[in-house]
């Protein structure tokens, strides 16, 4: 008797905790509901929607979506949550809503990708990706590194970045925001890289220029990884990835900050070795005239007593330069040697408006003719505007209606304005009012507002 009842009540126990179980059951899976009704409201940008459904279940906030391969066997992973899925679509209005009622800025996905990460990949990178990346953090989104622990693999939304050569204002505002992190800045990535190297190896100086203002190490050295670019040695520095470019970019910003051109990888290669070894028949085979003038800067910069020993001779003796001005002129009229035309148009720029140099109208003009003869339009124009302005030569408006007409020619939204301007007062060129407009109308096509003023005056 004692044994049915000791049974009956054991059978009651396990009745009563299997209803639990059965409640939690349910209710889990109305949240599990409820958070993928969140996560479609954020993809479909539904702020109402959204509100409603974190109203009447705050969980929500951290809804997931989860999907499965389409391989045979795959499996489940979790590909989404309430928040990245906002981020996709660049929401603001969803973003703030999900932070507001509790989602969590550092949940990781099945990729070991954080909110930061995915907002990052999403293009284009502008003005509201900075205002996300901003709300995130102040929200509580972390910017040190991690570790994903199914690889091992360190993580940071800092390593997350593809690094562009020239950024836009917002993309180096991003860029700054993200290299708060000290700890950051020393991270290597899954090739062994940190994002000195990254950006080094972008070839674009400003990528280069904001971490080191943010205190990168400008001789870091990369470690050993089994997912390292063949070309890479275990010890290579920021200097050794930016000898693979083809252009001067960021190299003279590395060297003049302190980046020593005689340091070895384990290899014992200095970075004009490491260059020199992957320059092989087959990889420069197919390269066009303006990459093997630029392979050819490249090699006379790191070249000893070349430019970048000088400037981290500068270095050592006096630090790294207040601004970067310096720094660009002096790259520029390298690389002007070199035919470069960008470079050629610049280094009239810095010597005709003083930038990193004194004023030299006589070398601006110089550097300006080679840059037009080199087929900038922009330079042509340039040209003109000195003999048009009497700057370093005799007024001319017929020599510069010259200039600018090649320019124009070209294409030059400002020649094409300029030339106009000299028709339409009479100067240099016979008064004619009719070509005047003609060509402030093709200036405005070229998205030169000055050239839109002038037509709409005309007409």
Same mark, same amino acid.
């Given at each position: 008797?004692?044994?049915?009842?000791? !049974?009956? #009540?054991?059978?009651?126990?396990?009745?009563?905790?299997?209803?639990?179980?059965?409640?939690?059951?349910?209710?889990?899976?109305?949240?599990?509901?409820?958070?993928?009704?969140?996560? =479609?409201?954020?993809?479909?940008?539904?702020?109402? @929607?959204?509100?409603?459904?974190?109203?009447?279940?705050?969980? @929500?906030?951290?809804?997931?979506?989860?999907? #499965?391969?389409?391989?045979?066997?795959?499996?489940?992973?979790?590909?989404? &949550?309430?928040?990245?899925?906002?981020?996709?679509?660049?929401?603001?209005?969803?973003?703030? @809503?999900?932070? %507001?009622?509790?989602?969590?800025?550092?949940?990781?996905?099945?990729?070991?990708?954080?909110?930061?990460?995915?907002?990052?990949?999403?293009?284009?990178?502008?003005?509201? &990706?900075?205002?996300?990346?901003?709300?995130?953090?102040?929200?509580?989104?972390?910017?040190?590194?991690?570790?994903?622990?199914?690889?091992?693999?360190?993580?940071?939304?800092? !390593?997350?970045?593809?690094?562009?050569?020239?950024?836009?204002?917002?993309?180096?505002?991003?860029?700054?925001?993200?290299?708060?992190?000290?700890?950051?800045?020393? $991270?290597?990535?899954?090739?062994?890289?940190?994002?000195?190297?990254?950006?080094?190896?972008?070839?674009?100086?400003?990528?280069?220029?904001? !971490?080191?203002?943010?205190?990168?190490?400008?001789?870091?050295?990369?470690?050993?990884?089994?997912?390292?670019?063949?070309?890479?040695?275990?010890?290579?520095?920021?200097?050794?990835?930016?000898?693979?470019? &083809?252009?001067?970019?960021?190299?003279?910003?590395?060297?003049?900050?302190?980046?020593?051109?005689?340091?070895?990888?384990?290899?014992?290669?200095?970075?004009?070795?490491?260059?020199?070894?992957?320059?092989?028949?087959?990889?420069?085979?197919?390269?066009?005239?303006?990459?093997?003038?630029?392979?050819?800067?490249?090699?006379?910069? !790191?070249?000893?007593?070349?430019? +970048?020993? &000088?400037?981290?001779?500068?270095?050592?003796?006096?630090?790294?330069?207040?601004?970067?001005?310096?720094?660009? $002129?002096?790259?520029?009229?390298?690389? +002007?040697?070199?035919?470069?035309?960008?470079?050629?148009?610049?280094?009239?720029?810095?010597?005709?408006?003083?930038?990193?140099? $004194?004023?030299?109208?006589?070398?601006?003009?110089?550097?300006?003719?080679?840059?037009?003869?080199?087929? %900038?339009?922009?330079? +042509?124009?340039?040209?003109?505007?000195?003999?048009?302005?009497?700057?370093?030569?005799?007024?001319?408006?017929?020599?510069?209606?010259?200039?600018?007409?090649?320019?124009?020619?070209?294409?030059?939204?400002?020649? +094409?304005?300029?030339?106009?301007?000299?028709?339409?007062?009479?100067?240099?060129?016979?008064?004619?009012?009719?070509?005047?407009?003609? =060509?402030?109308?093709?200036?405005?096509?070229?998205?030169?507002?000055?050239?839109?003023?002038?037509?709409?005056?005309?007409?």
């Amino acid at each position: 008797m004692r044994r049915t009842r000791l !049974l009956g #009540t054991g059978l009651l126990s396990l009745f009563v905790v299997s209803c639990g179980w059965i409640e939690e059951a349910r209710e889990a899976s109305k949240h599990d509901a409820a958070g993928l009704e969140a996560v =479609l409201a954020a993809e479909r940008g539904d702020v109402e @929607a959204l509100k409603a459904i974190l109203a009447k279940d705050p969980q @929500a906030a951290n809804g997931e979506r989860w999907t #499965t391969g389409k391989r045979k066997g795959a499996m489940r992973a979790l590909t989404d &949550t309430a928040l990245t899925a906002a981020l996709r679509v660049r929401n603001g209005a969803t973003v703030e @809503a999900l932070l %507001s009622a509790g989602a969590d800025p550092n949940f990781a996905l099945e990729s070991g990708e954080v909110p930061l990460d995915i907002l990052v990949r999403v293009e284009p990178r502008d003005g509201t &990706t900075l205002a996300l990346a901003k709300a995130l953090v102040a929200h509580g989104a972390r910017l040190s590194p991690r570790t994903w622990a199914r690889t091992g693999e360190t993580m940071s939304s800092l !390593l997350s970045l593809n690094y562009s050569p020239r950024l836009s204002v917002d993309d180096e505002a991003l860029l700054r925001l993200f290299a708060s992190d000290a700890a950051a800045l020393g $991270a290597a990535d899954f090739r062994g890289l940190t994002p000195m190297h990254a950006a080094a190896g972008s070839c674009g100086a400003r990528p280069v220029e904001v !971490l080191l203002e943010a205190g990168a190490d400008p001789n870091a050295r990369s470690v050993a990884s089994a997912s390292a670019f063949p070309g890479q040695r275990i010890g290579d520095t920021p200097l050794h990835e930016a000898a693979n470019c &083809t252009e001067l970019g960021s190299i003279f910003s590395l060297c003049a900050s302190g980046a020593n051109p005689r340091l070895a990888n384990e290899a014992g290669e200095k970075p004009l070795e490491a260059l020199q070894r992957v320059m092989t028949p087959d990889r420069i085979r197919n390269d066009t005239e303006t990459m093997r003038k630029g392979r050819a800067s490249v090699v006379a910069a !790191l070249s000893p007593g070349g430019p +970048c020993e &000088t400037w981290y001779g500068r270095f050592l003796r006096a630090g790294r330069p207040a601004d970067w001005a310096a720094v660009h $002129a002096a790259r520029y009229e390298f690389a +002007c040697g070199f035919d470069e035309r960008f470079d050629c148009g610049q280094s009239g720029w810095a010597y005709h408006k003083g930038e990193g140099v $004194a004023v030299d109208l006589g070398k601006a003009m110089a550097a300006y003719r080679k840059a037009c003869g080199l087929k %900038s339009a922009w330079a +042509c124009g340039m040209v003109g505007s000195l003999y048009d302005n009497g700057e370093g030569v005799a007024e001319d408006p017929a020599e510069a209606s010259r200039w600018f007409g090649t320019g124009c020619d070209s294409d030059d939204g400002q020649s +094409c304005y300029r030339l106009g301007a000299l028709a339409r007062d009479g100067r240099g060129v016979a008064k004619d009012r009719a070509r005047a407009l003609a =060509l402030f109308e093709k200036a405005c096509a070229q998205k030169y507002e000055k050239g839109c003023e002038g037509a709409r005056a005309l007409r």
